[in-house]
């Protein structure tokens, strides 16, 4: 089956932790994104990447980074400077990264702080 | 500021009656929208997008939108409701000058009652 695996699917972090977050995907897709879901909001973008060795910040990046060594991976690593983590992570990715194609989405991973 | 406003926090609608989410949005141009379904605990699933030509697009599940200019809305619609139509779904929005950049609305909850 083709898709998007993230994982974990619940993790915990305690303060002063950096933690990092697994996105995978076997769609040989160009474009993988980040979001950070907040209850009652929108998706806010943290990282995108429409190419290998390749990423820009989104609306809130700060306290977040991210690498895109593989096509197929890209990692989220939350760092101590995000005071506020506890959110659910979304990670998507689009075909070649144009405004007017459809995501694809992972599962989601809740991030919480001890 | 470019935003997409879903007025509704929660829609209650009754199995067999028709169903409509709405949005509305305030960007500049001619703007790419998209409606996306987020079922509990997972990632969002696309609906359906319109980028140019009939004003009315068909999705995924029987779900379909109207696009209308003059009201800048993009209002999500079906026929006859399924319980297992009760789900989070979000209005996105790409203004033509940005990149990679969607605007997402907070999300409306639709409860199904059978």
């Known amino acids: 089956d083709g898709g998007i695996t993230q994982s974990p699917k619940y993790l915990f972090r305690k303060e002063g932790q950096n933690v990092t977050l697994s996105c995978e995907q076997n769609?040989?897709?160009?474009?993988m994104y980040w979001y950070r879901q907040d209850p009652g909001q929108g998706l806010r973008l943290i990282y995108y990447?429409?190419?290998?060795?390749?990423?820009q910040k989104g609306d809130i990046a700060e306290g977040y980074s991210v690498s895109r060594e593989k096509k197929e991976s890209f990692p989220l690593t939350v760092t101590s400077a995000q005071k506020n983590p506890t959110a659910f992570y979304l990670c998507?990715?689009?075909?070649?990264?144009?405004?007017?194609?459809?995501?694809?989405f992972g599962s989601g991973t809740q991030l919480s702080v001890l | 500021a470019q935003s997409v406003a879903q007025p509704e926090d929660q829609v209650n609608v009754a199995e067999g009656n028709p169903l409509t989410v709405k949005c509305t949005y305030s960007?500049?141009?001619?703007?790419?929208l998209f409606w996306y379904v987020q079922y509990p605990n997972r990632g969002l699933q696309f609906l359906l997008k319109?980028?140019?030509?009939d004003n009315l697009v068909k999705g995924s599940y029987g779900f379909e939108a109207e696009f209308n200019k003059s009201q800048t809305s993009f209002h999500l619609k079906k026929p006859s409701a399924l319980v297992s139509d009760s789900a989070l779904y979000f209005c996105?929005?790409?203004?033509?000058?940005?990149?990679?950049?969607?605007?997402w609305g907070a999300g409306t909850k639709l409860i199904i009652k059978p």
């Open positions: 960007v500049s141009g001619n703007p790419y």
């Open positions: 319109y980028i140019t030509g």
């Open positions: 769609l040989n897709h160009d474009a």
């Open positions: 998507a990715s689009s075909i070649l990264g144009a405004t007017n194609e459809k995501l694809f």
């Open positions: 990447s429409q190419i290998v060795n390749d990423f």
């Open positions: 996105a929005v790409t203004p033509l000058d940005s990149n990679y950049q969607l605007i």
